[in-house]
């Protein structure tokens, strides 16, 4: 553009978010999994010409927002200007710029004229990918090569053409082929759509138009971002947590932050944090990178801040090599999702006292990846089922904290139990809200989750990664503690077990698993909570009336 024109760039920013929202629902849409096509574990990223993230498309799929580091880690192998037009790159190794194992991710050059205009990144979480567990989330992995097919940045298409071989390979290293392929066909398909799109807004515009347009929205993010954090008081904010461990140790793993807020400048140092643990709970790069992020965009409290580079480029961090936010190869990584739920919190803690009508209360904080797998015995095939379980929301500063959702990164729905049954020989037996779960505050916490779910007809396998098992949700300014999580088999029953948050197990048929997931933690103090919203909660069944003498001090007659 030889002149800024406010209008023009106004629609091109627009056009830059729709195109990746377009693919993303085309790849939910024309996915076979479950977990794609109903619980939406995707995210498509548009980047520019130098591999910076322009904007972020409609997705579930928290720890997916960095496609940037994955496009740079993939040039090492395939540098951007010897990727020609066609061109489709896979990867899923989480110490070449992927998240875990189990999220595939298919990125391609945009190409206008023989120039480089863009790329297209996609990521979905597959519910398999081979390895010594069914569902590919083995709770006891010690080395990466127990997670499943590591792939490194390789070309599953050139110039167009499907590499065969590259899809053979991958195909018989997995359960459950034809559903893989037929979920990569759909990012395959959303790659395609969103390459006719920006091709259709450079014909509109112009290349140059376009391209300039990429600049000025980073530029424009970076200084909403600055803006936002010249606001919060100059000062360190510190801050440590913990989660339960790494499912091969009984010892508790520590996060610490130390945040420096010095004029429009925010710098992380997470010295002090755990060294990479033996166990499945190491975090790649590119899920550390996510989560800090969110966790700082959500405190700026402007949503109207584009989500790229500008944000990446006004946030600096100190992450020791070596430590579990930055393991070496080949440490296992497959849960540090369950740890950076963690990490989302750690951030908000220690920025309360700047900033506490922003911040919440620690929520359910996990997200209990649960894997069944065996073979279906009505029809004879394997299947492999992936769920995320959701829990309390923390209570914040002018409302309660949601009751059973999914908290910070970990964005995806639940799987209808109507399409749970069809698919898969399992039953849910109980899916409910559990009383009393959430912490008592000004503002309470939400309730946790039970779900319940039997074995029908067959052996099938069962693994877990879980957390809050043993460190419970922490309040804000006086709330109150949420619960802690627990996850028994046959409950009721004298073959009742309480089972560690992070286990593998085979299960018979018969056996029943209930999940029961943590209530989110409170905020200020229990005694100034309105009494007609502690009145609203026993009503609904969500509290007791002696959790509410014992909490509130609530007294029927006196409505004290």
């Not at 899809?167 to 392929?181: A, G, H, Q, S, Y």
């Not at 899920?287 to 989500?307: E, M, R, V």
């Not at 009508?357 to 990846?369: E, I, P, R, S, Y």
Request: net charge negative.
């Amino acid at each position: 553009m030889a002149k800024f024109d406010p209008l023009v760039f106004e629609t091109i920013k627009n056009s830059f978010t729709s195109i990746p929202e377009e693919a993303a629902v085309a790849l939910r849409r024309t996915g076979y999994s479950s977990n794609i096509k109903e619980r939406e574990d995707i995210s498509v990223v548009l980047l520019n010409k130098r591999a910076e993230v322009v904007a972020f498309g409609w997705g579930r799929g928290g720890g997916h927002f960095c496609g940037d580091i994955t496009v740079r880690e993939g040039m090492k192998r395939y540098p951007l200007e010897k990727l020609s037009e066609g061109d489709i790159i896979i990867v899923n190794d989480p110490f070449a710029g992927n998240t875990h194992v189990p999220d595939i991710t298919l990125y391609a050059p945009i190409v206008v004229d023989d120039e480089l205009v863009g790329i297209i990144l996609n990521r979905a979480h597959h519910a398999d990918v081979g390895g010594k567990s069914a569902g590919s989330m083995p709770s006891d992995a010690e080395e990466i090569f127990e997670e499943g097919l590591v792939i490194p940045p390789v070309a599953l298409f050139k110039k167009g053409q499907l590499v065969e071989d590259i899809k053979d390979l991958i195909l018989r290293n997995v359960r459950t082929p034809e559903e893989r392929w037929g979920d990569l066909m759909g990012q395959i398909s959303a790659i395609r759509l969103a390459e006719r799109r920006l091709k259709e807004l450079v014909d509109k515009y112009g290349k140059q138009a376009v391209l300039e347009s990429m600049d000025n929205l980073i530029e424009y993010s970076e200084r909403m971002v600055r803006n936002k954090i010249y606001g919060i008081p100059d000062g360190v904010y510190e801050a440590e947590k913990f989660c339960d461990d790494d499912g091969i140790e009984p010892d508790p793993i520590r996060f610490k932050v130390k945040i420096t807020i010095q004029n429009d400048t925010m710098h992380l140092d997470f010295t002090g944090t755990n060294r990479q643990t033996r166990g499945p709970v190491n975090v790649s790069k590119a899920f550390f990178t996510s989560h800090a992020y969110l966790a700082i965009y959500s405190l700026l409290d402007d949503f109207t801040i584009p989500w790229n580079q500008g944000l990446f480029n006004a946030i600096s961090f100190n992450v020791p090599e070596g430590s579990i936010i930055n393991p070496s190869f080949p440490a296992t990584t497959v849960g540090g999702a369950e740890m950076m739920m963690r990490m989302v919190e750690l951030i908000a803690t220690a920025m309360a006292p700047a900033i506490p009508d922003k911040v919440l209360a620690d929520t359910n904080g996990a997200m209990h990846n649960v894997c069944f797998g065996g073979r279906d015995p009505r029809n004879g095939r394997r299947y492999t089922y992936y769920e995320t379980t959701g829990g309390g929301y923390g209570g914040r500063s002018s409302m309660d904290g949601m009751d059973g959702v999914h908290a910070h990164a970990s964005n995806t729905l639940n799987t209808p139990i109507e399409l749970f049954e069809t698919a898969y020989p399992l039953r849910v037996e109980r899916y409910e809200l559990i009383r009393d779960s959430g912490g008592a505050g000004k503002f309470r916490g939400g309730l946790g989750i039970r779900r319940d779910i039997r074995v029908i007809d067959h052996r099938a396998t069962f693994s877990c990664i879980g957390e809050r098992h043993k460190f419970e949700p922490q309040g804000l300014f006086g709330g109150r503690n949420g619960t802690k999580a627990v996850t028994v088999l046959n409950p009721g029953t004298n073959e009742e077990e309480i089972l560690p948050g992070k286990v593998r197990r085979f299960l018979k048929a018969g056996d029943l698993l209930s999940i029961r997931t943590s209530g989110g933690a409170g905020y200020g103090n229990p005694k100034e909570r309105d009494v007609n919203a502690i009145e609203r909660d026993i009503t609904l069944g969500k509290l007791s009336l002696e959790k509410a003498r014992e909490e509130y001090g609530y007294v029927i007659d006196n409505k004290k």
